[in-house]
């Protein structure tokens, strides 16, 4: 059975930084990319970054996070990660991460809601 379970987020100052997590189950790492999204109240889900465990751990980011999040895993711990540094308050949003291909999840953790006052 597949299981993602998001831990990490919280309320954070702008310009702070936050560190989510996200523990997988399963051979989820050896099998799917690894996807965080997020989505805001009232917005559409939006693709955040992406990372895959072949071809070098080749990682992907959407537009509004590039050069200010980091996304990395360990594939011992079966623990995905997602750095985010310089952030704003429209980083507020619950974000999920999500095993599948790149920018498109089959499996959901349960999200982590993450707060960023101004």
Same mark, same amino acid.
């Not at 399963?26 to 990372?51: C, D, H, L, T």
């Not at 990395?72 to 079966?78: G, M």
């Not at 952030?87 to 960023?116: F, I, N, R, S």
């Given at each position: ?8 987020? &919280? ?20 099998? $799917? ?9 009232? %917005? ?21 996070? %590039? ?9 011992? %711990?079966?623990?995905? $990660? ?5 952030? %704003? ?15 498109? &999840? ?13």
């Amino acid at each position: 059975q597949v299981q993602l379970v998001e831990s990490g987020g &919280g309320l954070v100052q702008a310009g702070g930084s936050l560190r989510l997590s996200c523990a997988a189950s399963g051979r989820i790492f050896s099998s $799917y990319v690894m996807n965080w999204f997020r989505q805001a109240p009232g %917005k559409e889900r939006e693709f955040v970054a992406a990372i895959i465990s072949w071809s070098g751990g080749r990682t992907y980011y959407g537009d509004s996070v %590039k050069g200010r999040f980091t996304i990395s895993r360990d594939n011992v %711990k079966n623990t995905m $990660y997602l750095q985010m540094n310089s952030l %704003k308050p429209e980083d507020t949003a619950v974000y999920y991460c999500a095993a599948g291909v790149v920018g498109t &999840g089959t499996y959901w953790g349960q999200g982590t809601q993450v707060t960023v006052s101004s």
